[in-house]
Every structure is written in C-alpha cells, then in structure tokens.
C-alpha cells in the first residue's frame, strides 16, 4: 500500500534524527498495510529507514544468541543450519535445547516467502500483537530487549515486559528497538512448544511454551491467548513436578491470568482460549517432567494431540 502523506525518506539509525511525524522502517510489512493513520494521530510524513545499517543479524558466543532488531524471519529460521557468530560461539548453538524452538515460531507466522523475506524480528516486537511469534520466542527464553533513544540513551529490560497489551509496548517516541539477547541459560534448558489455531492456515489463538530448567524450576511462559506475555515460574524439583502438580498448574494460572486478559477476535472466544491455555499448560508439564527420552506424543495421554483443532499449524484429524 502506498503511504501518500510521506515527504521524505531517511537512511538513518540515530534516535537523534526522529521527529513527530516519523516512523522507523525495517521490512516494513505492517507499517505498508496499516493505510491511513487512526483518528486523532498524525499522519507519517517521514520514514526512518535502518535498511543501511550493518547491524549482524544473529551473533553467538558462549554468553548466548543476539538478534538484531532488523535479523529477518528468513535468516533467523535458517539460523539452526548456518554457521553464525564468533570463534567462541561456533558450535555452541547446537548443545542448546532451546534452539529447537526457532523453526516453530517461524513457521507459526504461516506467511509468504515475501513476508518471511521482509519481516524481522524487531519488527515483530514492536507491532506487539498477540499471537507475534518473536514476542513467544523472545519472551520464552528470558530474552532482554536493549532499546536506543535521543542524546545516545541505552537502556534494558525483559521481553517478557516490553510489550503491554494489544498492539501497544513500553517505546517512547523516538526509542529504537536494536536487539535482543537470549541467555544461554534458558537456552540450556528442555523446552516443549504447543500451538493452537481455530483453522489450518490460521493466526495463532494459542501458543505456549515451557522450559525445565537445570534446577527444576518450570517455566510456562502463555501468549497469543492473551493480550501480553504472561509467566509462570513454578519452583520444585522435577520428581515433584512430575508427581503433583496439576492442581498447582492450574492455580498457578488461576492467579496470574485474569479472565479480562484473554484476547478476544475473530480467532478465538476468550472462553476458548483459557480453556485451551490450561490443556496445553498441562501437556507442557507432562512432557517436561517425563523422562527426556519418552516419546512426548505418547506421554499426556488424552491431552495430546489436542482435539478440535490444530496441531502445531497443520491439521489434526481423530484417529490420526
């Protein structure tokens, strides 16, 4: 979509230069589609555009992954297979759990290659909607988003607390997402994805992803279902997870997710959603507090697949 109120264009990446009226521009696959402004906002008469900027897409080292704001979904997803980062990062990658939990989130954007091409992972972010498959991964794996502003301004802080609610995040105008940076830690640790959509080729309804982490903690992190990111860290030794804590689980979720948190669009009914958050919850604890080489398909019983629905994007049918 053309964007007729733009004047000029502005190869740049300093905060310094922005001004009401501006928008920074990395793929730009929702900044063309979104038309005309709301009412009440100034239109756009400028772009930012970071196309020139060198940052590297995906860096590694011992310390963990960093993505940069403009690292598209095409190179992220093809990240598994390629040799990126430094000397002392080569090879580390590949011992990291939660590197399995790239293609998936890729995939949940069931885009075009043009898309995949053009979009990026800050991009993703910034837009904030629900079911944005970077904020997942991002948030899931403890990532720290580090934020640019005027006058050389650098400051942190967790995904998990970046984005606020439906479309909105924590940015101030003129703020540059630069990039974000995964821990080795929560890399390090055994990770299940589940994914539910109310159609084949559907925007995700709901997306959770767990992690055990070495001393046993279990951390649920739930999004798309709801308006932001929402945490569960649920401490015990994994033979206790694996004992008694359905009903845990369950009050766990109870507290921390309100019934006025669940998103509600033509993608699902917030009763839907909640319901589903729980049963893919406990699908995620009981695979994660199984033995690691127990077939995950086989462990959780009647939760799993998920009936009604879709597994992982594609199709699940009775009997299958």
């Excluded at 290659?113 to 498959?133: D, Q």
């Excluded at 479309?167 to 821990?183: F, H, I, Y």
């Excluded at 055994?190 to 992690?211: D, E, P, Q, T």
Aim: negative net charge.
């Amino acid at each position: 979509m053309d964007l007729n109120t733009i004047e000029a264009v502005v190869r740049t990446a300093d905060p310094a230069q922005w001004r009401e009226g501006d928008a920074w521009l990395a793929g730009g696959t929702v900044l063309f589609s979104s038309g005309s402004p709301a009412a009440g906002q100034e239109p756009l008469r400028r772009l930012l555009d970071l196309g020139s900027t060198d940052w590297t897409p995906i860096a590694v080292s011992a310390a963990g992954i960093e993505l940069a704001a403009t690292c598209t979904i095409a190179q992220l997803y093809a990240f598994p297979d390629a040799d990126a980062g430094s000397d002392a990062g080569r090879g580390v990658a590949g011992n990291w759990p939660g590197v399995e939990l790239v293609r998936p989130c890729c995939e949940s954007f069931v885009a075009s290659f043009k898309v995949w091409t053009m979009s990026t992972v800050g991009g993703n972010l910034c837009t904030s909607l629900p079911a944005g498959p970077m904020i997942s991964l991002c948030a899931a794996l403890d990532a720290t988003a580090t934020i640019l502003g005027p006058g050389g301004a650098r400051r942190t802080l967790p995904v998990l607390d970046f984005v606020t609610g439906d479309g909105t995040n924590c940015l101030a105008p003129g703020e540059l997402l630069r990039s974000v940076s995964l821990p080795a830690a929560a890399l390090s640790s055994r990770v299940a994805f589940r994914r539910l959509s109310l159609s084949n080729l559907g925007r995700s309804a709901v997306l959770l992803i767990g992690r055990l982490d070495a001393g046993g903690t279990l951390v649920l992190t739930v999004t798309a279902a709801t308006k932001r990111p929402v945490q569960l860290r649920l401490e015990s030794s994994a033979a206790a997870l694996a004992g008694a804590l359905t009903d845990a689980l369950s009050e766990a979720l109870d507290a921390a997710i309100p019934d006025e948190l669940y998103h509600d669009d033509v993608h699902g009914l917030p009763a839907w959603r909640k319901d589903m958050t729980y049963r893919l919850a406990h699908e995620i604890q009981a695979e994660l507090t199984a033995p690691a080489d127990r077939d995950p398909l086989r462990i959780s019983g009647d939760f799993w697949p998920p009936r009604g629905g879709t597994l992982n994007g594609g199709p699940w049918t009775e009997g299958a």
